[in-house]
């Protein structure tokens, strides 16, 4: 037979087992950026970082930004995101054509990827979301400052579970790839549930010692 204090003692750690258990899968579902998200902060972050490196500032002047791609599906999130980081630096007036003739900023741009990809690392899965975007940029005088792809990569954890969460049915570049979406998803509320169950019951069958 097993005396009070051992099983009291196995009691205890078998409590902290499920805290720590709780906790740990309490954290994994904590709600992260959406995909969407962290593409508009690489691109728009890259974006106003270059601008101040460039000595760019607005000074009440007009800027026209030019789409060399019109094809591309990426084109109207990439030209807002545009239009939003622009606007914040403090452009007052922003067009959309395809001339040059107006002394004014210029800026082409043009979606060259953008892609999520995920990563099995243990019980979590590594995102990587990359981001590139050809940009020149001309000043009132037609000078030519900057003719590059702009990059930038985010590289994280998240929970396998947030998967569904984090992407867009609607927007196929927020979809990742490079992993299987298991029903893991469906089964943790369910493992949370139990786990809070068991602690509970620990704690006051414990406590009835």
């Not at 009070?4 to 258990?21: D, M």
């Not at 902060?41 to 607005?58: D, E, F, H, M, P």
Request: with cysteine.
């Amino acid at each position: 037979m097993i005396n009070g204090s051992i099983k009291n003692l196995i009691k205890n750690k078998f409590f902290c087992i499920l805290v720590n258990l709780h906790l740990l899968l309490l954290c994994a579902s904590a709600a992260v950026n959406s995909n969407l998200d962290q593409i508009d902060r690489n691109y728009s972050t890259g974006l106003k970082n270059l601008l101040q490196s460039l000595s760019v500032r607005a000074d009440s002047q007009h800027i026209n930004i030019i789409n060399l791609d019109s094809s591309s599906a990426l084109n109207w999130f990439f030209e807002k995101t545009t239009v939003r980081v622009l606007t914040d630096i403090g452009f007052e007036r922003i067009y959309q054509t395809d001339s040059v003739e107006q002394p004014m900023y210029h800026l082409h741009f043009k979606p060259v990827d953008c892609t999520v990809g995920y990563k099995t690392d243990s019980d979590s899965v590594i995102r990587r979301i990359k981001t590139s975007v050809y940009l020149k940029l001309m000043n009132p005088q037609k000078r030519i400052l900057y003719s590059d792809v702009l990059s930038d990569t985010l590289s994280d954890v998240i929970a396998k579970s947030t998967i569904p969460d984090i992407e867009d049915d609607n927007l196929p570049f927020t979809k990742g790839s490079g992993i299987s979406k298991s029903t893991f998803g469906y089964l943790e509320p369910i493992l949370i549930s139990v786990l809070t169950a068991g602690i509970i019951y620990t704690f006051y069958s414990y406590r009835s010692q």
